[in-house]
């Protein structure tokens, strides 16, 4: 039987995810001269650190300003268009324990109408922002106040689904046993339990395995275990340099057998260090592939990037996500005649959604893991293939919902 996970579980999990830095904050430019007041989007991040997304900033100032050059937004009934204004903080509760609810504060002050992309652990600010009826539209769910309040409007599943779709996806690849490696920590120790999720038989987990944290750490003797387990396929949940020096270790140790490794913890810039060592192994994304140009979304996408991130901007899952959270918000503010927080929240609760890069979903659909707030349990297995993540044929999407057993 496949066993319901709870919210604290699933808490742990995704705020094991998060490492936070200082706080700043800054008021982005917009180029194009519109005239019509500026919308306010706040865009609250980690900074730099062990998980530090660089591109997930550049890539939601490229898009505003694709946005404005392209027009901006219309609004109902006339008047002048108006540009996307991007309110971008960057908090850290390591140096500072109320960094991220100061990003919050600030945003709301300046009378943003929505949070994009947030990528911070905090229920402080999903609290505040709920509070001031600003919804957070393509959050990045990383606590509790993500995955249940109504200000919280993923458009992805995020760690929780893509966990236990590493497991789904070894299995769909030809491997029954699955071990699992990890980080060391009382989250890390979570983990396994989401991959066992979905798996064809519980008994087909064969081992977990927990690394330390500190990349510098000698990780020979953890390998050379993992590979003697000889597992049909590693489910591989680490930071993006963990990531890199596991799978190069697992290869060098000697193992053969599958790697699955979610999408956030990969990019082109980590693929290269890493060589041949990669190639074959499966990403488990919530988006399609950014290589998958055939697909008008994502070549949109990668043309925006190009043109208004001077051709710098990896296709990483954060880009993808803050990319499809901003056009969203400004799809559904053209045309409004009331511009404001409660007015988007009102048209996001309960309402379909088609952003292109992933299947259309309906706010408040019911899912395997019974979070309120995610939205979808679609996920597509990606590979490796000549150090670039290819998408399946046809770019095709897998529901999890469909291995869940009552």
């Known amino acids: 039987m496949r066993r319901a996970l709870s919210l604290a579980a ?3 999990l995704a705020a094991a995810t998060v490492t936070a830095c200082s706080g700043s904050g800054s008021e982005s430019e917009y180029g194009k001269d519109l005239t019509g007041e500026p919308i306010n989007l706040s865009v609250i991040a980690s900074g ?3 998980i530090y997304q660089p591109e997930l900033l550049k890539a939601a100032q490229a898009t505003a300003n694709a946005i404005n050059d392209a027009g901006g937004v219309k609004p109902g009934g006339g008047g002048a268009a108006r540009p996307i204004k991007l309110i971008h903080c960057e908090a850290s509760t390591v140096t500072d324990p109320n960094a991220a609810t100061k990003c919050a504060r600030e945003a709301i002050d300046k009378k943003v109408i929505a949070g994009v992309g947030k990528y911070v652990s905090s229920d402080a600010v999903v609290q505040a922002f709920h509070g001031a009826k600003i ?17 919280s409007f993923p458009i992805q599943g995020g760690s929780p689904m893509l966990s236990a779709a590493t497991g789904v996806a070894l299995q769909q690849a030809g491997a029954k046993t699955v071990a699992v490696v990890t980080g060391d920590s009382p989250s890390g120790r979570l983990v396994p339990q989401y991959v066992k999720a979905l798996l064809a038989d519980p ?20 390998f050379s275990q993992i590979a003697g387990a000889r597992p049909d396929g590693v489910a591989l949940l680490a930071s993006t340099d963990v990531t890199t020096k596991t799978i190069v270790g697992l290869r060098q140790a000697g193992y053969r057998g599958k790697i699955a490794v979610v999408a956030t913890a990969v990019s082109e810039a980590s693929l290269a260090k890493m060589g041949d060592a990669s190639e074959g192994t499966v990403v488990v994304s919530d988006y399609d592939a950014a290589t998958n140009t055939a697909n008008p979304k994502i070549k949109q996408f990668v043309d925006e990037m190009d043109k208004y991130g001077d051709g710098k901007i990896e296709g990483t899952e954060f880009a993808l996500n803050v990319w499809a959270a901003i056009h969203l918000v400004a799809d559904r503010l053209n045309g409004a005649t009331d ?3 409660p007015a988007l929240m009102k048209s996001l609760e309960g309402s379909k959604v088609s952003i292109g890069i992933a299947p259309d979903f309906t706010y408040g659909s019911p899912n395997f893991l ?14 490796v293939q000549g150090g670039k993540i290819m998408a399946p044929e046809g770019g095709t999407f897998t529901d999890l919902n469909q291995f869940a057993k009552k």
């Not at 957070?136 to 995955?147: E, K, R």
Request: charged share 15%; hydrophobic share 35%; proline share 12%.
């Open 10 to 12: 699933l808490t742990a």
């Open 370 to 383: 019974k979070l309120p707030r995610l939205p979808r349990a679609t996920v597509q297995f990606q590979t």
């Open 135 to 151: 919804p957070l539209v393509g959050t990045q769910v990383q606590t509790g106040q993500d995955f249940t309040s109504p200000a």
């Open 203 to 222: 008994g087909d987990l064969k081992g977990a395995h927990y690394l330390p944290f500190d990349v510098s750490a000698d990780l020979t003797s953890h």
């Open 48 to 50: 730099p650190g062990p």
């Open 339 to 341: 511009i404001s927080g």
